[in-house]
């Protein structure tokens, strides 16, 4: 099992930044490739960004790219989202999720995250 915190969420006007943090706990944090998702109300989770399990490779969404850094901190078991130049409809609670992968790929189908952490709220006012 992995548990998984997420924390960094809040209000921010537009243009604004935010830092969020998911915090692993329970199995070798290196063993597991990393995700961020959010979701509306009412509609589908959404990927966001995904880093590989030594950070190797990242992938982003379009929708944040060019404004987004995924990162992980191994020795502190943290996966970081740093997000900047943020949008009203940047709006959504944020999810981490991880998925045990023996390689450095990393993944967008939240089908394939077997763990996923509470959610943090993002509002971003215009």
């Known amino acids: 099992q992995v548990q998984l915190v997420e924390s960094g969420g809040g209000l921010v006007q537009a243009g604004g930044s935010l830092r969020l943090s998911c915090a692993a706990s329970g199995r070798t944090f290196s063993y597991y490739a990393m995700g961020w998702f959010r979701q509306d109300p009412g509609k589908e989770r959404e990927f966001v960004a995904a880093i590989s399990r030594s950070g190797s490779n990242t992938f982003y969404s379009d929708s944040v790219k060019g404004r987004c850094t995924i990162s992980r901190d191994n020795g502190k078991s943290t996966v970081y989202l740093q997000m900047n130049s943020l949008k009203p409809e940047d709006t959504a609670v944020y999810y981490c999720?991880?998925?045990?992968?023996?390689?450095?790929?990393?993944?967008?189908?939240?089908?394939?995250?077997?763990?996923w952490g509470q959610g943090t709220q993002v509002t971003v006012s215009s």
């Open positions: 999720a991880a998925a045990w992968r023996p390689n450095e790929v990393v993944h967008t189908n939240p089908v394939t995250y077997g763990y």
